[in-house]
């Protein structure tokens, strides 16, 4: 008897977003990193140390990951976790001082198909919007 063995591969996409906050990236790196400060702007109690390898929890848990790579005030690099996927979900936050505040350029990679499109609100609805009305 011969055994077939199937292979499902999900479609992965990219979610690459640019936002402008009125703050320093100081501040901007502060809002990313500091619990204190993710609580304030997120009204929920945060689980981060920026502390590059620490694991980290937000929204009550519904975003939990790893911090990679923490270069303060210039860059956040972050795995979200996903279940089992092949590979992993990388964030990368890159912060640029102008213009009286900060650029801000996002890339969110390896995304399951069925979460690109809440996912890319996320970040636009409530990461970003709430972080730029916090600095308001």
Do not use: C
């Amino acid at each position: 008897m011969s055994r077939v063995h199937l292979k499902i591969l999900l479609s992965m996409k990219t979610i690459t977003q640019s936002h402008f906050v009125s703050a320093t990236p100081e501040e901007v790196y502060l809002a990313l990193t500091n619990p204190l400060t993710i609580e304030l702007w997120s009204g929920y109690p945060a689980d981060m140390q920026p502390v590059e390898g620490s694991e980290f929890a937000l929204f009550e848990g519904d975003i939990s990951g790893m911090n990679i790579a923490l270069i303060p005030n210039r860059k956040v690099v972050q795995e979200w976790y996903f279940g089992d996927g092949p590979e992993k979900s990388i964030v990368t936050i890159s912060l640029r001082p102008g213009d009286g505040g900060t650029h801000v350029d996002l890339e969110h990679t390896n995304i399951p198909d069925t979460e690109v499109e809440n996912m890319a609100e996320g970040w636009k609805s409530y990461y970003w919007g709430a972080i730029k009305k916090y600095f308001r």
